[in-house]
């Protein structure tokens, strides 16, 4: 069997701006070769079981010299492995992905090329540049501002000012001074429009805007550092009217998202989209009954049901298993109707093909319960976590309906990285953190200890049951519209508008 290494581009910070075609290859990988700078998300999309190996360049002293780098793709490929180069921006801009080609070339190893969305481009989009503009420029050119030890820059200075493009430096911010006297040496005005982007594209990013004579200054004030792009021409002037990004409602904030790892995604997607600066935590994991024989009688005898009632999508899933495990499918749930907690439960369950027959207009436990005491005429069989929240059984024994209470997964209230949490907790590096269910704040509170000071922070809450689970250990809460990861972005997006 032969391996394979495919160049992939990682984007410049913002996970989103990994192509399609790079998540998909990063999903088949086997080995992983990855630089620094590559976002935190995007390095979690790498599957588990595979290799990941870090090679992180830090500026002047490699970690990992490049020969040895393509030393290890080449051993890798050789093994059989399908591998992936993960770079930061686009592979060939400036990454050296024509090096690590070369060994794979003259060794008959198979190689694809995925080209990323490149720093140069999207660090200045990100702050309001567009790099070309039909009324003040015809060309773009990306320059190196790195040097090798002991020489002298190796920029044709006056070439680029006669060209009269936008200017982009990669790797310049050690050598801004020089840059900036090298250009206004070849003639270029000093009042040119010029700005450095730092950290384009990720919730930290600061731009730096001035003229190319008063640049150095200003970026020293600011202590702009790597990784920046330097921009220099006339667009740089339309920043202020066009930088965007800076004013996202959530930009920079650092908000926690303890939901459980498989359902974590939409949310930080929509905090991320926001500006926000987002740590997956998940604090609770589910793990299914297995074997749990009391799901397999009841799916045996479905009949005596007159509903059947799903309170998260970690339920329908550890249901789905049990099922598949007896040979069996959704046709099993013939008549039976379907009741779900909410919204994510009723997706839940259209992934398998059914589609709820009851949702109640709050989503909880107690309006659950409510709504299916309302609508049972027989037999309700609940599906849901060994520690379920007695509000759903109280309302349909106040109501005389008849149930079973099936326990079909389990819930872990911890996250084994507790010490980082606690660490940042104490250190008041944390003020928002979201809770999409009580057993969140559970597994929060159980993660950094309950003897923390919790007056720090801000929860929030996508209902009332969680918001009285949080206010419990002296969480200050606040609490979204609806029960709805939609609204709890909102709550978000209020909360930092008015702090
Ligand atoms: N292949 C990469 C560039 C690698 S050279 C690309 O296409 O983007 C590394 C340089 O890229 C850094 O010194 C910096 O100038 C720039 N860079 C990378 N990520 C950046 C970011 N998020 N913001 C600003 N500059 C960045």
Same mark, same amino acid.
């Given at each position: 069997?032969? !391996?394979?290494?495919?160049?992939?581009?990682?984007?410049?910070?913002? =996970?989103?701006?990994?192509?399609?075609?790079?998540?998909?290859?990063?999903?088949?990988?086997?080995?992983?070769?990855?630089?620094?700078?590559?976002?935190? &998300?995007?390095?979690?999309?790498?599957?588990?079981?595979?290799?990941?190996?870090?090679?992180?360049?830090?500026?002047?002293?490699?970690?990992? =010299?490049?020969?040895?780098?393509?030393?290890?793709?080449?051993?890798?490929?050789?093994?059989?492995?399908?591998?992936?180069?993960?770079?930061?921006?686009?592979?060939?801009?400036?990454?050296?992905?024509?090096?690590?080609?070369?060994?794979?070339?003259?060794? !008959?190893?198979?190689?694809?090329?995925?080209?990323?969305?490149?720093?140069?481009?999207?660090? &200045?989009?990100?702050? $309001?540049?567009?790099?070309?503009?039909?009324?003040?420029?015809?060309?773009?050119?990306?320059?190196?501002?790195?040097?090798?030890?002991?020489? &002298?820059?190796? +920029?044709?200075?006056?070439?680029?000012?006669?060209? !009269?493009?936008?200017?982009?430096?990669?790797?310049?911010?050690?050598?801004?001074?020089?840059?900036?006297?090298?250009?206004?040496?070849?003639?270029?005005?000093?009042?040119?429009?010029?700005?450095?982007?730092?950290?384009?594209?990720?919730?930290?990013?600061?731009?730096?805007?001035?003229?190319?004579?008063?640049?150095?200054?200003?970026?020293?004030?600011?202590?702009?550092?790597?990784?920046?792009?330097?921009?220099? $021409?006339?667009?740089?002037?339309?920043?202020?009217?066009?930088?965007?990004?800076?004013?996202?409602?959530?930009? $920079?904030?650092?908000?926690?998202?303890?939901?459980? @790892?498989?359902?974590?995604?939409?949310?930080?997607?929509?905090?991320?989209?926001?500006?926000?600066?987002?740590?997956?935590?998940?604090? +609770?994991?589910?793990?299914?009954?297995? =074997?749990?024989?009391?799901?397999?009688?009841?799916?045996?005898?479905?009949?005596?049901?007159?509903?059947?009632?799903?309170?998260?999508?970690?339920?329908?899933?550890?249901?789905?298993?049990?099922?598949?495990?007896?040979?069996?499918?959704?046709?099993?749930?013939?008549?039976? @109707?379907?009741?779900?907690?909410?919204?994510?439960?009723?997706?839940?369950?259209?992934?398998?093909?059914?589609?709820?027959?009851?949702?109640?207009?709050?989503?909880?436990?107690?309006?659950?319960?409510?709504?299916?005491?309302?609508?049972? @005429?027989?037999?309700?069989?609940?599906?849901? &976590?060994?520690?379920?929240? =007695?509000?759903?059984?109280?309302?349909?024994?106040?109501?005389?309906?008849?149930?079973?209470?099936?326990?079909?997964?389990?819930?872990?209230?911890?996250?084994?990285?507790?010490?980082?949490?606690?660490?940042?907790?104490?250190?008041?590096?944390?003020?928002?953190?979201?809770?999409?269910?009580?057993?969140?704040?559970?597994?929060?509170?159980?993660?950094?200890?309950?003897?923390?000071?919790?007056?720090?922070?801000? $929860?929030?809450? +996508?209902?009332?049951?969680?918001?009285?689970?949080?206010? @419990?250990?002296?969480?200050?809460?606040?609490?979204?519209?609806?029960?709805?990861?939609?609204?709890?972005?909102?709550?978000?997006?209020?909360?930092?508008?008015?702090?």
């Amino acid at each position: 069997m032969s !391996g394979n290494v495919i160049l992939v581009g990682a984007g410049p910070g913002d =996970p989103g701006l990994l192509t399609v075609k790079g998540r998909e290859a990063l999903a088949q990988a086997e080995v992983v070769v990855y630089d620094r700078l590559i976002s935190p &998300a995007i390095l979690a999309m790498i599957p588990e079981g595979a290799e990941a190996i870090d090679v992180g360049k830090r500026a002047a002293r490699h970690t990992v =010299p490049q020969r040895e780098i393509n030393q290890i793709l080449l051993r890798k490929a050789q093994e059989g492995k399908h591998v992936v180069r993960l770079k930061g921006g686009d592979p060939f801009v400036f990454g050296r992905g024509g090096e690590e080609l070369e060994i794979l070339a003259e060794n !008959g190893i198979d190689f694809q090329v995925i080209p990323g969305v490149t720093s140069a481009v999207a660090a &200045a989009a990100y702050a $309001g540049i567009p790099v070309t503009h039909r009324d003040c420029c015809s060309s773009l050119h990306v320059v190196t501002g790195h040097r090798r030890e002991g020489t &002298a820059l190796d +920029i044709q200075f006056r070439a680029l000012v006669q060209g !009269g493009g936008t200017l982009v430096f990669l790797m310049g911010v050690g050598a801004l001074p020089e840059i900036v006297s090298g250009l206004l040496e070849a003639g270029m005005a000093p009042n040119t429009p010029a700005a450095m982007v730092e950290r384009g594209t990720t919730p930290c990013q600061r731009r730096c805007g001035g003229t190319l004579s008063n640049l150095p200054e200003r970026a020293a004030e600011m202590g702009i550092s790597s990784p920046a792009v330097i921009v220099v $021409g006339q667009v740089c002037a339309q920043a202020e009217k066009f930088d965007w990004f800076s004013r996202l409602p959530l930009k $920079g904030r650092r908000i926690l998202v303890t939901r459980p @790892k498989e359902r974590a995604g939409a949310l930080s997607e929509k905090l991320r989209a926001l500006g926000a600066d987002v740590t997956e935590y998940p604090c +609770i994991a589910t793990v299914p009954l297995d =074997p749990c024989p009391e799901l397999e009688e009841a799916l045996g005898r479905l009949s005596r049901y007159e509903w059947l009632a799903f309170t998260s999508p970690a339920g329908v899933e550890a249901v789905w298993r049990c099922l598949g495990r007896l040979g069996r499918d959704a046709r099993a749930f013939g008549n039976i @109707k379907l009741a779900a907690i909410g919204g994510g439960t009723a997706k839940a369950l259209e992934g398998h093909g059914l589609s709820a027959d009851l949702v109640p207009e709050v989503y909880d436990a107690r309006h659950l319960g409510m709504a299916l005491a309302g609508a049972a @005429k027989a037999r309700v069989l609940i599906l849901r &976590a060994q520690e379920g929240s =007695p509000a759903l059984t109280e309302a349909l024994s106040g109501a005389g309906v008849s149930y079973d209470d099936i326990a079909v997964y389990r819930t872990i209230y911890q996250n084994p990285r507790w010490a980082e949490l606690r660490r940042a907790l104490d250190a008041g590096e944390l003020a928002y953190v979201t809770f999409t269910s009580a057993s969140t704040v559970k597994g929060f509170v159980s993660t950094v200890g309950a003897d923390a000071d919790f007056g720090k922070i801000v $929860g929030l809450c +996508i209902g009332e049951q969680t918001a009285g689970e949080a206010e @419990k250990h002296g969480i200050p809460v606040q609490v979204a519209e609806k029960a709805t990861v939609d609204a709890l972005v909102a709550l978000a997006a209020k909360a930092c508008r008015e702090r």
